[in-house]
């Protein structure tokens, strides 16, 4: 961060994951927009803006698929995590 800084940078891309693009995020001096790749979108609210795909975008497009199949039942299986998490918030938003 400093060496980019030191660049006169005007903003930042990257980084992937979204412990690194908490911390960054408090690191960023006003003015200089972080994009970060991470798909978490708890993130938006720190300073960052999120240019992963989203639970909630994957959630929606599942959805909507199914629904144009005919599916009105779906089921979620997975890991106990934040994504998980975020998968499992958006699909009660999506198909109480």
Sequence with gaps: MA?????????VIGPL???QTAHLATL???????F??????ALA???AYV???TATQSVSAITRYARR????RVVM???????AGQVSDALKQAAP
């Design 45 to 47: 609210g720190t300073g």
């Design 77 to 83: 299986s997975g890991a106990d995590s934040t994504w």
């Design 28 to 34: 960023m001096p006003g003015g200089i927009p972080l």
């Design 69 to 72: 199949q005919g599916i009105r």
């Design 17 to 19: 994951f979204s412990p």
């Design 3 to 11: 060496r980019a800084l030191e660049l006169d940078a005007q903003a």
């Design 36 to 41: 970060s790749l991470s798909n978490d979108s």
């Design 51 to 53: 240019f992963g795909v």
